[in-house]
């Protein structure tokens, strides 16, 4: 009956010790595939910001009648858009103010 105990313990090592070794031959293979050479593409890309500022104030009509970035009586228009319009003009407006900012850092100086 001692010696059962022990058996058990022995049998129990030795299948956690095969399924550990077992899994590392099996991953370790899949890491070496995972740290192949990285290339990186050097070429920049430019935007047109001009053309899409006027494709953003085409479709958002609110937006072209902003004369600043900031106009006091925006939140009056929008409430008289419904929720989804009121949403699409809110997101195209920083759309807008993103696409000047990159067309401010995009001038050369």
């Not at 293979?29 to 430019?46: F, H, R």
């Not at 009121?86 to 067309?103: E, F, G, S």
């Amino acid at each position: 009956m001692f010696n059962m105990k022990y058996m058990k313990i022995a049998i129990f090592a030795l299948t956690v010790s095969l399924l550990g070794t077992t899994a590392l031959i099996v991953n370790s293979g899949n890491m070496a595939y995972a740290q192949t050479e990285i290339t990186t593409n050097t070429t920049t890309t430019t935007i047109d910001a001009d053309s899409l500022i006027k494709d953003l104030k085409a479709r958002h009509p609110i937006l072209a009648e902003l004369v600043t970035n900031e106009d006091k009586d925006l939140v009056v228009k929008f409430k008289d858009l419904d929720t989804k319009e009121a949403l699409k003009t809110a997101l195209a407006l920083n759309m807008l103010h993103l696409l000047q900012q990159y067309r401010e850092i995009d001038e050369p100086q």
